[in-house]
């Protein structure tokens, strides 16, 4: 048998627990009632509690809500978990107590002065307990799903993804979620999360028979609906029947920069496939997923950037890979002064006459530095 350790958040209570018991029939579910209010003590608490719980129980599980998650992450009971569930968890408290400074006006050297500062929304803001976030950061190497409303006015998507990206965790956005998950509509979400019913009703055969924009665009509707934007692109987006991966990349097309901000991680899987498939259709859809990601420095690939080079003048290439492969290549040159001089002389020794108007318009574009 396995134990169920939920930790609630602020201003919950152990007795929370109640609910998951029936979604965990086979397993005993432990609230803890811990009763301390700080990552350094509750931590401690949870430790010993999990500690416990590991002495009993072939597997200790973990639930965790909101600020629950963060301390939960600053017990050192990593080895002691066999996965975790995360509700709305609080990931990057520093950013946080930022915001929250920000929101009252108080400057860090204030803070640092006064100790602790009250404040007209309810929070106490206090000096050591930021200086124990910065110099505790957060390391976390459990198996983890994350659910997180669209609506959370205290995490944003973006930081819920990078924590997500970075720790390889599996992360679901329910559109109108709540940082507080308790409408009946949020509930039945959360269950059937926890219970790991496939909210997606999309499969194999579905995505075969998409042909249309409209069909396109109902796929993306109903990922976005689930908000698990990473997973559906890793089931689907590099099948090997391109029919499939075809209709899952054209319904990411539709995406918005910040929802597919979650697919991040996984660039260079997107790279590899837009430079090794054969199939034209989900080579320049690859591709259009590729420039609406971001792209650092350290995100250079000289393999890549051959194979934009070489696409982007190739009169028998598609004029939809053509110019997206410029937009490329010019996004990867700005980091190089000699690399942008050489596609300048790349483009400006085009037989412009044998090209598309598409083509033509970013070529001119980046000939004339309209395209920042």
């Given amino acids: 048998m396995n134990a169920i350790l939920y930790i609630h958040g602020k201003g919950g209570s152990a007795t929370e627990s109640e609910h998951y018991k029936p979604l965990f029939p086979d397993n005993e579910v432990i609230g803890l009632d811990y009763q301390t209010f700080t990552p350094w003590e509750t ?7 999990v500690e416990e719980l590991k ?5 200790v599980i973990l639930i965790a809500n909101s600020i629950g998650a963060f301390f939960s ?3 050192d009971i990593d080895e002691m978990i066999q996965k975790a569930y995360f509700i709305s968890p609080i990931v990057d408290m520093d950013k946080l107590i930022t915001d929250m400074m920000k929101w009252a006006n108080v400057t860090q050297q204030e803070l640092e002065l006064k100790g602790v500062i009250h404040t007209d929304f309810g929070e106490d803001l206090s000096w050591d307990y930021l200086s124990y976030v910065r110099s505790h950061l957060v390391e976390w190497r459990v198996p983890t799903q994350i659910l997180y409303g669209s609506k959370d006015h205290l995490i944003s998507l973006d930081t819920i993804t990078r924590f997500a990206n970075k720790h390889q965790a599996s992360l679901t956005v329910m559109q109108g979620g709540e940082h507080w998950f308790h409408t009946d509509e949020q509930i039945v979400f959360l269950d059937n999360w926890i219970k790991g019913i496939d909210i997606m009703t999309i499969n194999k055969d579905r995505l075969r028979q998409t042909f249309s924009e409209g069909g396109a665009q109902k796929i993306y509707q109903e990922v976005k609906a689930c908000g698990d934007f990473l997973g559906f692109a890793r089931r689907y987006a590099f099948s090997e029947d391109y029919l499939v991966a075809r209709s899952a990349l ?8 910040e929802e597919l901000s979650q697919l991040q991680v996984i660039l260079s899987e997107f790279i590899n496939q837009a430079m090794q498939i054969d199939n034209s259709s989900v080579r320049r859809l690859s591709l259009n997923v590729i420039e609406r990601l971001e792209m650092s420095e350290n995100d250079l690939r000289t393999d890549f950037l051959d194979f934009c080079f070489e696409h982007m003048i190739d009169v028998e290439e598609l004029p939809g890979i ?3 492969c410029m937009k490329l290549a010019f996004r ?3 980091f ?3 690399l942008m001089d ?6 400006e020794a085009m037989e412009i006459d044998y090209y598309k108007p598409a083509v033509k318009g970013v070529r001119s574009k980046i000939l004339s530095g309209r395209l920042k």
Avoid: F
Wanted: glycine share 8%.
């Fill in 73 to 75: 992450m600053n017990a």
């Fill in 332 to 334: 990867m040159c700005k």
């Fill in 55 to 59: 002495g009993k129980y072939e597997n």
């Fill in 342 to 347: 050489e596609l300048k002389r790349t483009l």
């Fill in 322 to 324: 053509q110019s997206v």
């Fill in 43 to 49: 931590g401690k608490e949870i430790r010993i509690a």
């Fill in 250 to 257: 054209w319904g990411l097309t539709k995406a918005s920069r």
């Fill in 336 to 338: 190089y002064p000699e």
